[in-house]
């Protein structure tokens, strides 16, 4: 065992297929950074509202007012840098930085996928990407690698492989495979496709979705990793993105993982895609082809595979620990995210907040537009940890300027996959009396129904 | 291998492609055939049977109120003054059934804030009219026209006869009560006008299914209305809902008194009657949210959204009938009836917000992100 591990952690391989990841990670980064710019979506989503949710224990990421673009500007440069190999240990461990900042400034916005971008760039930090064709390479042959360890390249099959697998393990689950919610209720509303519009009404299809994007959630690794079904697989992985890009508003993600999973390819797949680039752009590859091998030295090679075991090790573990927590999981989210749960639930709440005087009894409601942009209120009202931050911020709000003894209460409604709203959080409860944690909030109404399944 | 690459290659610089395209399905076709609900059509019903109708007969109420201003300009007497206030009345009821079209036209010209901002900024009103120089087109002037304003000008200064002795003191009062008048049926016939020309099509074509398609967008103005208009404007901000204080000025027609509760129900009936697809002018029922919601729940096995918003229709309105019906006197004598009333109109939030949305598939937000 001992052997074989060292054994495997000694194999190399072309370092073709990491240098076209890195290429295409990067341009994918800088074109999803301009098309957020574009789209107006910082100035809507990090500048305009007056407060932000923030992730338990990272309180202290605030977007930076109108620096903020100055961060997305960072972030993109270090996406092209990272795309181009050059000082790609800088770029990346800016990107990574830079990239996650964002993300922590505000949960609203929070997407499996900005998640996913995150731990890929941070697992990408550690990997020897300028090896081969980057500009590194090119500027210090002594630094350019034709081969490099195999492991290298398994750690992002790995990564993949887990968001794919575990986002198959979540929707083995009753609503998801016997109630062939939510898409039932999303796909109807597709109404105007062409040829798939009249479809997207049938009870059926919904059914084949649900079992067909299960199966492929939980299949698609195993079938990328098989050279015989690999063609196949990728084939699958096309029309799957393409399909859920036209049916959801999923921005780029699609194009993102059908671009990684050409990681599974041979590396000759590999050098025909940087054959292709080396032309269009007048490059000698040949320069890059020095057959030398890629060597980590040996500390650097201790902390990259310690660092890389503890991540993938956390990876596999920390979807799970929603079953440290009672009740139903999609109902109190508690753990909910971070662990591939992808559409999964159609959920929507309405909160409204009560302001108490504990002296005088007297009391009002919140109009939450006054604090929150519709999004932002969207999102609070139907997670526990949102709607007690907000709490938190309503009552150093009204106490600023009024009596000093405040209680926060919420009335307040969810509907779950189709569910008739019902009661959410206990509405005798005065939040102010919970801080948030990583504990059970006590707070949240039991669920009235059941939904088998992991 | 070589031919497996570039098929490799080419596919995806094709979705590379068809990516840049970005933010699909704004006009798709519009499809009706199998058992698939007709948006179309329920648009078209909206449209043709409901907002032009209820514009047509505002509009003409608009007119009326004009004409009767200048025919009271023309003879200031005691007679003619109570025919305009009578006709003040009966086109501030007949504006509640348009009041929740902000869409198109209206939403451009910012027709509710123009015609229905209260409570009316009485100072400012009194000192344009000493100075006698103002433009009501500004939006800035929101809270001294329309019929607040009128409201306050026909009915604050006391009886008939009073009010007359005001008017006599200084022309300008009805030269304003004029361009008030003007003002509320000039942006009137140009929302008609909107609607039965281009922009009908334009609302009924665009059965897109994305976020700027006509159901989504009119559904989330249709909903907000009820939310913020309905129940905050004419409930919960008089109530003092949310400031604790309750605060009897901000009552819809303040100064009227006795006609703020029919203003209400009226506002009510007509977003009821459109959830059911009402005809203005008669006839059958046609398609609108409740036929929608209908042929949704046909293939979910869940308790009945329909039956719930019934229900609670019917709990408001039994609700209602406690109100004095002038609710500036409701909120003075007995308050907690307001809040009442309040809680009724709070519990059909949810179930419009909430169960009905997310039934229709229809987004709340604005903002068009990315989603998981």
């Known amino acids: 065992m001992q052997l074989s591990l060292s054994k495997y952690l000694k194999k190399t391989t072309e370092a073709a297929p990491l240098a076209v990841f890195r290429l295409f990670f990067g341009i994918m980064m800088f074109a999803s950074i301009v098309r957020f710019w574009l789209n107006g979506w910082i100035e809507k989503l990090y500048i305009a509202p007056k407060f932000f949710f923030s992730y338990y224990g990272f309180e202290w990421v605030k977007p930076l007012g109108d620096f903020t673009y100055l961060l997305f500007i960072l972030c993109g440069i270090a996406a092209l840098m990272v795309a181009a190999g050059y000082k790609y240990r800088l770029a990346i461990i800016l990107f990574f930085l830079s990239f996650t900042y964002i993300e922590l400034m505000d949960k609203t916005t929070y997407l499996n996928h900005y998640y996913f971008i995150s731990i890929l760039s941070f697992l990408m930090i550690f990997l020897p990407a300028n090896a081969y064709f980057s500009i590194d390479a090119w500027r210090n042959p002594a630094r350019a690698f034709q081969k490099i360890p195999q492991w290298c390249i398994d750690a992002i099959k790995l990564l993949l492989g887990i968001v794919y697998f575990y986002a198959g393990l979540a929707k083995i689950n009753s609503d998801w495979l016997f109630r062939a919610m939510p898409l039932k209720i999303w796909l109807p509303s597709k109404y105007d496709l062409p040829l798939l519009g009249d479809l997207m009404q049938q009870e059926w299809v919904h059914y084949a979705f649900s079992w067909s994007g299960m199966l492929y959630d939980l299949f698609i690794p195993f079938l990328l990793l098989w050279k015989r079904t690999r063609f196949v697989a990728f084939l699958m992985v096309i029309v799957f993105h393409l399909l859920t890009r036209v049916l959801f508003p999923i921005g780029m993600f699609p194009f993102i993982m059908i671009v990684s999973a050409l990681i599974f390819f041979s590396p000759q797949v590999h050098h025909k895609i940087l054959n292709f680039v080396s032309k269009w752009f007048s490059i000698s590859k040949q320069r890059f082809d020095n057959l030398k091998i890629y060597q980590f030295s040996g500390i650097k090679k201790k902390v990259s595979i310690g660092v890389l075991s503890v991540f993938f090790i956390i990876q596999l573990l920390f979807p799970w620990r929603y079953l440290l927590y009672p009740g139903e999981l999609f109902w109190t989210e508690e753990g909910f995210r971070f662990s591939w749960r992808v559409m999964l639930m159609e959920k929507a709440g309405y909160a409204q907040f009560k302001v108490v005087n504990a002296e005088t009894g007297n009391r009002f409601y919140v109009d939450n537009s006054d604090f929150l942009t519709p999004f932002q209120e969207k999102q609070m009202s139907f997670q526990p940890d949102f709607i007690l931050q907000y709490a938190r911020f309503l009552a150093d709000h009204f106490e600023k300027d009024g009596p000093e003894n405040i209680e926060v209460y919420v009335d307040s409604y969810v509907a779950l996959n189709g569910r008739k709203s019902t009661p959410y959080i206990d509405p005798e409860v005065n939040l102010l009396n919970f801080a948030d944690s990583f504990k059970h909030k006590t707070f949240i109404l039991p669920f009235e129904d059941e939904i088998k399944g992991l | ?372």
């Open chain 2, 1 to 372: 291998m070589i031919k497996i690459s570039k098929f490799l290659l080419i596919a995806t610089l094709l979705f590379a492609v068809a990516c840049s395209t970005e933010d699909g399905g704004d006009n798709g076709g519009d499809s009706n055939g199998g058992d698939n609900f007709d948006r179309g059509e329920m648009l078209a019903n909206w449209a043709d049977n409901i907002i032009v109708p209820s514009f047509v007969a505002f509009l003409e109420e608009s007119q009326k109120l004009e004409d009767i201003a200048k025919a009271f300009a023309e003879n200031p007497g005691t007679t003619e003054l109570n025919v305009l206030k009578a006709q003040y009345k009966v086109a501030y009821q007949e504006f509640q059934t348009v009041e929740m079209f902000q869409i198109g036209k209206a939403e451009e010209l910012n027709y509710r804030s123009f015609l229905n901002t209260y409570p009316t900024k009485t100072e400012n009103i009194e000192s344009k009219i000493a100075s006698g120089s103002y433009n009501l087109e500004l939006p800035s002037n929101f809270a001294e026209q329309g019929f607040p304003a009128l409201d306050y000008l026909l009915y604050s200064y006391g009886s008939t006869e009073e009010t007359l002795e005001v008017f006599n003191a200084n022309p300008e009062y009805i030269n304003y009560i004029i361009a008030v008048a003007e003002r509320i049926n000039a942006l009137t016939t140009e929302v008609t006008a909107s609607w039965e020309g281009d922009y009908r099509d334009t609302f009924v074509n665009n059965t897109s299914s994305s976020s700027t398609g006509s159901v989504d967008r009119f559904t989330n103005d249709y909903v907000m209305y009820f939310e913020k208009i309905l129940r905050s404007g004419k409930i919960g901000y008089p109530a003092g809902a949310f400031t604790g204080s309750p605060s009897p000025t901000n009552v819809e027609a303040l100064y009227a008194g006795d006609i703020s509760k029919n203003l209400y129900l009226q506002a009510l009936n007509s977003f009821e009657d459109f959830y059911y697809g009402v005809k203005i002018n008669g006839g059958e029922n046609g398609p609108s949210y409740y036929q929608y919601l209908k042929y949704m729940e046909d293939g979910t096995s869940s308790e009945s959204i329909t039956a719930s918003i019934a229900d609670q229709f019917s709990a408001i309105r039994a609700q209602s009938s406690e109100l004095d019906s002038n609710l500036k006197s409701q909120v003075e004598s007995d308050n907690s009836k307001m809040l009442a009333a309040f809680d009724e109109l709070q519990k059909e939030v949810v179930l419009l917000k909430v169960d009905m949305m997310q039934a229709l598939s229809i987004s709340v937000d604005y903002v068009d992100s990315d989603g998981d």
